[in-house]
């Protein structure tokens, strides 16, 4: 059975860097998209970064443009978010979710298989 499975989250301070890895297993979403989203308490699910199955394609939300990197490992079936500058308006719990074909896109009705997400807390 396929799964998505977040790690890399944690307690940081405001400036600070952490690297979130998603490995994904089972064949249907080998090489399909696949995108990070996050969910801060008391808000709606947004849209933060999608890779497309090749790997060459990348698309950010505005509000981390500049500061995190998607980026993915064929070889291994995982896709990374490298989050630098974290503010805390970046806390949320951040969920990786993937597709069942190769395009990226920023829609979370797009994505058919989701993680169990992973906190992450920006705090001095």
């Known amino acids: 059975q396929a799964q998505l499975v977040e790690s890399g989250g944690g307690l940081v301070q405001p400036g600070a860097s952490l690297r979130l890895s998603c490995a994904a297993s089972?064949?249907?979403?080998?090489?399909?998209?696949m995108g990070w989203f996050r969910q801060a308490p008391g808000k709606e699910r947004e849209f933060v970064a999608a890779?497309?199955?090749?790997?060459?394609?990348?698309i950010y939300a505005d509000s981390v443009k500049g500061r995190f990197t998607i980026s993915r490992d064929s070889a291994k079936n995982t896709v990374y978010l490298q989050m630098n500058r974290l503010e805390p308006l970046d806390t949320a719990v951040y969920y990786c979710?993937?597709?069942?074909?190769?395009?990226?896109?920023?829609?979370?009705?797009?994505?058919?298989?989701w993680g169990q997400g992973t906190q992450v807390t920006v705090s001095a």
């Open positions: 089972g064949r249907p979403y080998s090489g399909k998209a």
């Open positions: 979710a993937a597709r069942s074909v190769v395009w990226a896109k920023r829609n979370d009705h797009e994505y058919d298989l």
């Open positions: 890779i497309g199955g090749v790997g060459t394609t990348t």
